[in-house]
């Protein structure tokens, strides 16, 4: 698990190389819409860590998908 700008939370569900985003707590607007307030060194950060759980995510996949099709060959058909 990261943490970006000391309240978002990111990190993967294995099962389904899934990326969570917890946000501890937000702030609100004057209508009371829920925000996420970073700076751009803060919104730098959030990408980086999307970008490091994105790509373990899809390679996750990809192996996988990989032992599926290393499984689903028979003995001798190679």
Sequence with gaps: ????????????????QAIV????????????ASLIVLSPRQARHLSGVLMMYAEEAEEGRRRQEWVRERSS??????
Excluded: N, W, Y
């Design 1 to 16: 698990m990261e943490t970006v700008a000391g309240f978002l939370e990111v990190s993967q569900i294995d099962d389904c």
């Design 21 to 32: 985003i917890k946000c501890t707590h937000f702030k609100r607007d004057a209508s009371g």
């Design 73 to 78: 060959i028979k003995p001798g058909s190679a």
